[in-house]
């Protein structure tokens, strides 16, 4: 059995039976019709066959079964009939939950939760990815093991079976619990590599913007047209896993774009908490460029997901750019013009065709903060109200007192500088 998340073998594809509850709706997700069908995406990404679909008539989950017993005969009975050898249920199941279907139905079952990590893990390319992968595997797998023979016996391949592997999950709970902590200590050596990297750019005032949106929007695809990156875009959810970030002209100045991980209605805390190191591109951005999927039908449900993850990770009051993609699909672009209006600053454009990339550089270049420039001050005693104001729109990076005032050097908005350019002179290095 392979001994990593990483070392996996290639199987035929599993048929996988689709269940949910048609009336189990959180605010702000989407109807569960079309949860299954982006579920059903999520099993083709991940190399399966949706044999089947089924929605129970329930305002909420049993807590024990998930479903009711009534609907466990009839699922069991599409199961024989489709010879499913996968059952995934749209949600998140309790310990207590997955036990007791694991028990009832005959087949293998995993939740929401479990496919996406597993696509996350088959989808992980660097060694950071790995990582976080890993931690959000063992933090998610840990209260489900409970030292039970059954839980470890799932793991003979399959989709959601692709873990960290048996010869660590057979270990005791504790050593579980050390791995956890020694990918956590790595994850934060990798966090404060990053912290220095973002220090750096501010010192050199190279703004940075972030890519983010719901997965498949095209935000690899916008990197690809607006930079020739290179970066594999498929038409599938996850295409992109791994952060990449490339050099962008906008008008007279220098600028990075970064893509990132795209978002997903109940996306795992575990990824989420996992990969914070990662989502901290987004944090400490100048600027969100929010890419969405103007064309699906469900858009606005998943512009609501994404604020709600950026909320999340602390990005409430950070600008963001709507971008809305793909008008190359659209039948009439007026059915994306309330959108537009209502989620303001706004864009229309196609990643594939490069329709609106003038009017998106335009704008993007609009809402990036002033660049600073240095220069040396002197300032009469008098001139302290002055001094507050440097010290309020920006940064005084050095301060002298003597008999006849102040001097030292401020980083100031090239407009602000301008006003009191009376007492400023030019700094040279």
């Known amino acids: 059995?392979?001994?990593?998340?990483?070392?996996?073998?290639?199987?035929?594809?599993?048929?996988?039976?689709?269940?949910?509850?048609?009336?189990?709706?959180?605010?702000?997700?989407?109807?569960?019709?079309?949860?299954?069908?982006?579920?059903?995406?999520?099993?083709?990404?991940?190399?399966?066959?949706?044999v089947g679909s089924l929605m129970a008539n329930r305002d909420k989950p049993d807590p024990a079964h998930y479903f009711g017993k009534g609907k466990l005969e009839e699922i069991i009975g599409i199961i024989a009939e489709n010879e499913a050898d996968l059952a995934v249920i749209d949600d998140e199941l309790s310990v207590r939950q997955l036990n007791q279907l694991e028990e009832k139905l005959p087949c293998r079952v995993i939740d929401r939760t479990a496919l996406i990590l597993q696509i996350f893990a088959d989808r992980a390319v660097t060694s950071e990815g790995k990582l976080q992968v890993e931690l959000a595997q063992l933090s998610y797998m840990l209260p489900r093991l409970a030292g039970k023979g059954k839980a470890l016996s799932r793991l003979g391949g399959g989709i959601g079976t692709r873990g960290p592997g048996e010869s660590r999950l057979e270990t005791d709970r504790r050593h579980i619990r050390r791995r956890i902590g020694n990918l956590k200590a790595e994850i934060e050596e990798i966090r404060k590599q990053r912290t220095v990297n973002r220090d750096r750019?501010?010192?050199?005032?190279?703004?940075?913007?972030?890519?983010?949106?719901?997965?498949?929007?095209?935000?690899?695809?916008?990197?690809?047209?607006?930079?020739?990156?290179g970066v594999?875009?498929?038409?599938?959810?996850?295409?992109?896993?791994?952060?990449?970030t490339r050099r962008l002209r906008l008008g007279d100045r220098e600028a990075l774009l970064t893509d990132?991980?795209?978002?997903?209605?109940?996306?795992?805390?575990?990824?989420?908490?996992?990969?914070?190191?990662?989502?901290?591109?987004?944090?400490?951005?100048?600027l969100l460029i929010h890419v969405v999927d103007a064309a699906h039908d469900n858009l606005e449900e998943q512009i609501k997901t994404v604020h709600h993850v950026l909320e999340d990770v602390g990005c409430r009051e950070k600008p963001v750019l709507?971008?809305?993609?793909?008008?190359?699909?659209?039948?009439?672009?007026?059915?994306?013009?309330?959108?537009?209006?209502d989620y303001q600053p706004a864009v229309l454009i196609s990643a594939k065709t490069g329709q609106g990339f003038d009017e998106l550089l335009e704008a993007a270049a609009a809402l990036l903060p002033e660049p600073a420039v240095t220069r040396r001050f002197t300032l009469r005693q008098e001139d302290g109200g002055v001094l507050n104001r440097f010290y309020e729109m920006g940064s005084v990076l050095e301060v002298r007192y003597d008999e006849e005032g102040m001097s030292?050097?401020?980083?100031?908005p090239g407009?602000?500088?301008?006003?009191?350019?009376?007492?400023?002179?030019?700094?040279?290095?």
């Open 1 to 50: 059995m392979p001994d990593t998340i990483h070392e996996q073998v290639k199987q035929e594809a599993e048929k996988v039976l689709l269940l949910g509850l048609s009336n189990h709706r959180k605010p702000g997700e989407l109807d569960p019709a079309a949860s299954i069908r982006e579920l059903a995406g999520l099993v083709d990404t991940a190399g399966g066959q949706v």
């Open 201 to 229: 750019r501010k010192k050199n005032q190279i703004p940075v913007l972030a890519l983010v949106g719901y997965t498949n929007a095209g935000k690899s695809s916008l990197l690809n047209g607006l930079t020739d990156a």
């Open 232 to 244: 594999k875009a498929e038409d599938k959810l996850f295409a992109t896993l791994d952060p990449v």
């Open 260 to 286: 990132t991980v795209g978002f997903i209605q109940q996306l795992p805390h575990t990824l989420v908490t996992a990969f914070r190191a990662t989502l901290e591109e987004a944090l400490y951005a100048d």
């Open 322 to 341: 709507h971008a809305f993609n793909k008008a190359d699909l659209l039948q009439d672009p007026l059915d994306v013009r309330r959108y537009l209006s």
């Open 408 to 412: 030292g050097l401020v980083s100031l």
């Open 415 to 429: 407009r602000q500088a301008e006003l009191y350019r009376q007492y400023l002179s030019e700094y040279n290095e």
